[in-house]
């Protein structure tokens, strides 16, 4: 009976939250009218032992940022925000024509099919125009059954007289009709008012009359209001009285709705698009922007230090979940909490509007906490608020205590967990009792914990009550060692070891029982050893020479004289040891040796041998990142190479490195042509080319008339001084003209020229 009693409270305490047509956020849960019960605490609403968990639901109306071109028609609550009076009257006393004060500037950025308007002009048969083009007095017209319906698209555009306008129930309407002892507030309003970053503008159609009901002008009008919304960019059209059916032709309609700027998207009220209908009951019609925002919701817990905790934070530990709330949906609009204290939880919602303006929306619920069955653990070895301690091998006794004795509980139930370098575990129900009913739990003798350590438990307890009502306690379990401590020392011949406020001279091992701070037996262990004088010798192979213990450095070996090379040292205990040192240097240098030193053009390959002093393994580095461990390896060279740089890098048994490099060269085409020769004598009488990796050779050679004297193809061709007659050629200088090609590329010719001299 009393949870439903609370259910039924909660209730009567909640209140739906509609829409505003401004930005805003509204926690649902958050009562509006205050229940008596919790509103002497000042609480909004309360959680108790059966209702823990408490569902927050934000209820949000924001401006569309990027607008998708579409917007939503849908029936409201007549409820117009101003008077039909309220503003400025506007001195239209004509028909069919648009207001002789050029409209309306606008207070605030105002987007219409997402583009910023700042003006507005009115007519007096019910239209609003964002329509740059009018001008004041201009007509406005009235025969506009033939638009209707008005229903157009990319492929078919209205052809509406009056695009970028808002049909606010415009029918044929006749300001002209209103007596003048009426006139002050009877016709066109229009209104700027409201604060930022709420203000709105209406347009007011008040007690117009129909044309052509000039006689009736008392009873068959019209009184309607559109309203501009900042921030939202929301229009509505509030119609407490219409009258249609005008008498002139192409007037009898009436219709409602938007329509933008290239009459290519329209968007009506349903049933008026358009109509006939004499409307006495009053109606209204909102048309909200769609579209995307891109905005940030959180939800926060206020402390009373004035601090905000974030809801969700830690959404992937449970516990914390518990503590703190986590959200219930993906946008941030709902979330969970667990008050376990009263508590003020806020929502947030930031973002930038269409026209660049920054909301920030914020709505608080107070929520309290009954605690009219709270409980605690009891325990003999409590140290202090919630935390007990013992020592191992004493076992733990836990209670469940009530401020007052109890009869109505049902069922109790613990739980046990052991915490122990930062992983936490649960204890099996078979290593504790529980006993008294379930009211109290028994903790054996600690004899498994590891030595030397502190291990932490948390008993957990949960009381579930006759009424269903459910309470939890929890408090920290320390188990302090037995600690057994092991100390070691030494000492010299002839010494003494203090500890323990005692002398020791004798090798052996010493016990001591005392108590910790904690109050737990423990026991301490002495090793103690006695170390006598000792002679080593410090055997040392380096591929560096070595700056010993000494402060000599040996530039070579010194294994002949190591009984000269002595230090006197303490060991690790204190005593004196004699050292002696056996140094042998084995140095390390890289070497190359390359067989033959340079290739050639018809021998490409080189062999490559690594006679480095003292490595016992090597890497041979080439230019195309290649890598050998070979002592001996080849280089073949790509005929397009000239050169090659060959690295070595060598390593010794004892940690030194060393490098070097070789530079290799190609021998590539070479060809010799000689500047002058002898004909007739011994030596030098004929005229050759020599070559290297040549495999083609034309020779031309002109006396100084440009008469050819001799012509040869081959590699061993030459010249004997004889002109083509067989006639032997003058002493002079002769033009050759050579052209030839290399082995590596044979068929592509170059040319030489030059001059020869012939002697005689």
């Not at 066109?188 to 209406?202: D, L, M, Q």
């Amino acid at each position: 009976m009393k949870k439903l009693f609370l259910s039924l409270l909660l209730a009567v305490c909640f209140m739906s939250i509609g829409h505003a047509q401004c930005p805003n956020v509204t926690i649902q849960e958050r009562m509006h009218t205050p229940c008596p019960e919790y509103a002497a605490h000042g609480w909004d609403t309360a959680v108790n032992c059966g209702v823990t968990q408490l569902k927050l639901n934000a209820e949000a109306f924001i401006t569309t940022q990027h607008f998708n071109g579409t917007y939503l028609v849908e029936s409201i609550p007549y409820d117009p925000p101003e008077p039909f009076t309220a503003g400025i009257h506007l001195p239209i006393s004509s028909d069919d024509i648009w207001d002789a004060q050029g409209g309306l500037n606008i207070d605030f950025p105002f987007q219409f099919f997402g583009v910023t308007q700042n003006h507005v002009t009115l007519a007096a048969n019910g239209l609003v125009s964002f329509n740059t083009a009018i001008t004041p007095e201009q007509g406005s017209g009235y025969a506009w059954d033939s638009y209707y319906p008005l229903n157009p698209s990319v492929q078919n555009p209205t052809a509406f007289p009056w695009p970028n306008s808002i049909l606010a129930c415009a029918s044929d309407m006749d300001p002209s009709y209103i007596p003048s002892s009426e006139s002050s507030v009877r016709g066109v309003f229009k209104y700027s008012g409201g604060e930022a970053p709420c203000r709105h503008i209406t347009v007011s159609w008040n007690q117009v009359p129909v044309f052509g009901h000039s006689s009736e002008q008392s009873t068959y009008n019209c009184t309607h209001q559109v309203v501009l919304w900042e921030g939202t960019n929301v229009i509505e059209v509030h119609v407490k009285k219409h009258r249609s059916h005008g008498t002139a032709s192409g007037g009898n309609w009436s219709a409602i709705g938007i329509l933008n700027d290239n009459g290519t998207s329209a968007f009506m009220a349903p049933g008026r698009n358009p109509f006939q209908d004499n409307i006495d009951t009053p109606e209204a019609w909102r048309f909200t922007p769609l579209g995307t925002t891109v905005k940030t919701i959180n939800w926060y817990r206020l402390t009373e230090s004035g601090d905000s905790i974030e809801v969700g934070v830690n959404a992937n530990d449970s516990r914390a979940q518990q503590a703190e709330g986590y959200y219930g949906s993906s946008d941030h609009m709902t979330c969970y909490v667990y008050p376990t204290e009263t508590a003020t939880y806020k929502v947030t919602i930031r973002y930038n509007g269409a026209t660049g303006y920054f909301y920030y929306l914020t709505d608080t619920i107070r929520i309290g906490v009954d605690t009219n069955t709270v409980y605690e653990i009891a325990t003999p070895q409590s140290i202090g608020n919630r935390h007990a301690a013992a020592c191992y091998g004493t076992q733990g006794q836990f209670n469940i205590s009530f401020p007052t004795p109890r009869n109505d509980v049902e069922n109790y139930t613990w739980e046990v967990t052991h915490t122990q370098n930062g992983q936490t575990t649960m204890v099996p129900e078979n290593q504790y009792v529980i006993s008294n009913g379930g009211a109290s739990l028994l903790f054996p003798a600690t004899t498994s914990m590891r030595e030397d350590k502190t291990d932490t438990f948390h008993i957990y307890t949960t009381v579930i009550f006759n009424n269903g009502c459910i309470r939890s306690d929890s408090l920290i379990y320390e188990v302090y060692p037995n600690y057994s401590i092991a100390y070691a020392g030494a000492i010299c011949n002839n010494q003494i070891f203090e500890k323990w406020d005692e002398q020791f001279v004798a090798a052996g091992d010493y016990t001591r029982h005392f108590h910790t701070i904690h109050g737990c037996d423990s026991v301490e262990t002495l090793h103690l050893e006695v170390s006598p004088v000792s002679t080593t010798i410090d055997q040392i192979i380096d591929c560096k020479p070595l700056t010993w213990r000494n402060g000599t450095t040996y530039y070579e070996s010194n294994t002949a004289t190591a009984s000269v090379d002595t230090v006197v040292v303490q060991n690790q205990y204190g005593c004196d040891s004699i050292i002696q040192l056996n140094f042998t240097l084995m140095p390390l240098e890289a070497r190359i040796e390359a067989t033959p030193s340079s290739a050639s053009i018809d021998q490409l390959n080189i062999k490559l041998v690594d006679v480095s002093i003292g490595a016992n393994r090597r890497e041979w580095l080439f230019p195309n990142g290649n890598v050998s461990m070979s002592q001996m390896t080849n280089y073949n060279f790509d005929p397009s190479e000239d050169s090659a740089i060959i690295g070595l890098h060598v390593y010794s048994p004892y940690g030194c490195t060393d490098d070097t490099t070789i530079t290799l060269h190609l021998l590539k085409e070479n060809i010799w042509i000689p500047n002058a020769f002898t004909p007739g004598e011994e030596t030098n009488n004929r005229f050759f080319v020599s070559t290297v990796g040549i495999v083609y050779l034309q020779m031309y050679i002109y006396d100084r008339r440009g008469e050819l004297v001799c012509h040869f193809e081959e590699l061993d061709g030459y010249w004997d001084g004889n002109d083509t007659k067989g006639e032997p050629c003058k002493t002079g200088a002769y033009t050759y003209v050579c052209r030839y090609a290399n082995i590596i590329h044979p068929n592509a010719i170059q040319t030489k020229r030059g001059t020869i001299t012939l002697i005689r």
